[in-house]
């Protein structure tokens, strides 16, 4: 039975993806070459899928944010060197990994909810399932828990044996990045303006520390952000920032733990809280701008492609060879 499924499922990969030519090389049963595909561990682990729900599960009911912070992960993990749990690397007196780069310092969370997922699986089934695999898992699971949309995650990943900081710093855009600066850190590993728009709605759950937006604030006229105007928005954040940087704010300050559309109808009023979201409706940013509206209007259009943009997102590779980590803090 589960050989017939295996069967269909890649025949109805195949059929998906045969006129997409960045699909070309990657094969269904394969995999030794490092590939990704639907269901090697439904003979390897099957109860991979099973532990790691659970795990994401259970992480969120004692922690309803902890849903935004591991979506995040797989992220930041596949913007530097592809997915390959890189980011969850440890730095050591003789290794530089990338929790300490910019973007991720003080800012990235959940790793202990990984640690405790890929000890449960290592008990199950050890040394099969990669770290950069529940990297993916969990992402796909903590939209579904915060409402989203479900999609079938392709694996088979291998765990990198190195970070790489000075990448960290340099893929993953800052929140001061203009719609340019947005797409091109996207189109640099190949995906398209349009995933950056559909990946940009993760914003629909979680947080920002005021640091993050601060230059914001200040509400000066023609200052860098003048997007912000004089509103009561404004205000509400200058008086949230007031007594420290490190406080916390909702990415969607009208459903901030449903993952729906409404970061897009934020936008659209100009209520986004980075720089860079509210850089989605700039004067010029044209089929950007667009595409924001469309889905503000269509909540479907925008889980299929986020679903897609997703998929493609978890289709960055390493190059070179990896390993199955047996901690994902540290190579084996
Ligand atoms: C388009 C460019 C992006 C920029 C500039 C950006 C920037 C940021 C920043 C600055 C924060 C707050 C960090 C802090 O203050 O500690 C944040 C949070 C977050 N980001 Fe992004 N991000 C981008 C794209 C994405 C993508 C593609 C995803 C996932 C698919 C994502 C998922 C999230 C989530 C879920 C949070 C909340 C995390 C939490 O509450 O722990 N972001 N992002
Ligand atoms: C597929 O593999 C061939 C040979 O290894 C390589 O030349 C080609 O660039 C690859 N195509 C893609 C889309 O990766
Ligand atoms: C937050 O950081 C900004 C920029 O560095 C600074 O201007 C502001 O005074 C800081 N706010 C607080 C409350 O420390």
């Known amino acids: 039975m589960t050989l017939v499924l295996t069967l269909l499922a890649c025949v109805i990969h195949a059929l998906n993806l045969a006129n997409k030519s960045d699909a070309s090389n990657k094969t269904c049963f394969g995999g030794i070459d490092g590939s990704i595909r639907f269901d090697i561990y439904q003979t390897t682990c099957p109860q991979a899928e099973d532990i790691i729900f659970a ?20 992220f930041h993990d596949c913007f530097v060197d592809g997915c390959d749990a890189s980011v969850l690397l440890d730095d050591t007196p003789n290794f530089v990994g990338e929790k ?11 790793f202990e909810v990984i640690d405790s997922i890929k000890a449960e699986l290592e008990l199950a089934c050890p040394e099969t399932v990669s770290c950069a695999d529940v990297l993916a898992i969990v992402a796909r699971d903590s939209v579904v828990l915060s409402g989203g949309p479900t999609w079938q995650v392709e694996v088979g990943r291998k765990d990198s044996r190195s970070a790489n900081r000075q990448a960290a710093n340099t893929n993953i855009p800052a929140p001061t990045s ?148 047996r901690s994902c803090r540290v190579v084996n």
């Open 55 to 74: 795990g994401v599960e259970e992480a969120v009911a004692n922690d309803p944010r902890m849903a935004a912070s591991l979506l995040r992960l797989h």
């Open 178 to 325: 203009d719609v340019a600066t947005l797409i091109g850190k996207f189109q640099n590993l190949g995906l398209s303006s349009k995933d950056m728009v559909a990946l940009s709605g993760a914003h629909t759950i979680g947080k920002a520390r005021c640091s993050s937006f601060s230059s914001r604030l200040n509400g000066l006229v023609g200052s860098s952000d003048a997007s912000m105007g004089d509103r009561d928005f404004l205000q509400s954040l200058q008086q949230l920032c007031a007594s420290s940087n490190n406080t916390l704010a909702d990415l969607d300050l009208s459903t901030p733990a449903t993952f729906d559309n409404q970061y897009y109808v934020n936008l659209i009023s100009a209520d986004g809280l980075l720089q860079s979201d509210q850089a989605l409706t700039s004067a010029g940013s044209g089929d950007v701008a667009a595409l924001v509206e469309a889905y503000a209007i269509d909540p479907e259009l925008f889980f299929e492609d986020f679903k897609a943009s997703m998929v493609r997102m978890g289709r960055l590779a390493m190059s070179g060879g990896g390993e199955v980590r």
């Open 100 to 110: 300490t780069a910019g973007p991720n310092l003080n800012s990235l969370r959940g």
